[in-house]
């Protein structure tokens, strides 16, 4: 399947495959703080901001058929943090545990400093073992540890803040 992987700027007519994709990790509860799908119309303004040169977002497909997306994302939006951004991986569920984050993670590694990353963070669930492993195989270290910081179906979740330096 690796051959037949390709990964390539987004497109707006892409949005609804991504948002679909997002959609599926909601009734998860392990990868995002949405508690509800979200419409392709409330990420509109979300894409725009992607569009920048600097902080891109990335699909992953099969033939014409999107599986996965990363998205780089200003830490903060603010100027002295302009040189970190935040990534975000979602794999379609029938997708998972075949590489296909690793393809990505390792892509943004590498192109991070030509869109002037130095630093990349990743925000993820404390439960979420398959994303916290990804990371750390990688070469992320745990910078952040946020105790109950969320509540899903009445669960409080921990959030860890995890790093790698690029340069």
């Known amino acids: 399947m690796e051959n037949n992987l390709k990964i390539r700027d987004a ?13 599926l990790a909601v009734p998860q509860k392990i990868a995002t ?3 509800e799908p979200i419409s392709v119309e409330s990420r509109l303004g979300w894409y725009r901001e992607c569009q920048s040169a ?5 699909v992953v497909e099969i033939g014409d ?11 903060k939006k603010r100027a002295a943090y302009d040189a970190s951004a935040e990534l975000s991986i979602y794999i379609h569920t029938d997708y998972q545990g075949q590489g296909i984050g690793k393809k990505l993670l390792y892509q943004a590694i590498e ?3 030509k869109f002037g990353c130095e630093t990349l963070l990743a925000l993820i669930f404390a439960h979420n073992q398959p994303s916290l492993k990804l990371f750390d195989s990688f070469g992320f270290q745990q910078w952040g540890y946020l105790p109950q910081i969320a509540v899903i179906d ?3 979740r921990d ?3 995890m790093g790698l330096h690029l340069c």
Not at 11 to 23: G, M
Not at 54 to 58: A, C, K, M, S, V
């Open 11 to 23: 497109l707006e007519n892409d949005l609804p495959q991504i948002i679909e994709i997002y959609n």
């Open 33 to 35: 703080a949405d508690l």
């Open 54 to 58: 600097q902080r891109p977002l990335w």
């Open 65 to 75: 058929r999107i599986i996965g997306w990363l998205s780089f994302q200003a830490f």
């Open 111 to 113: 192109e991070g400093p």
């Open 154 to 156: 009445g669960v409080k």
């Open 159 to 161: 959030l860890v803040i």
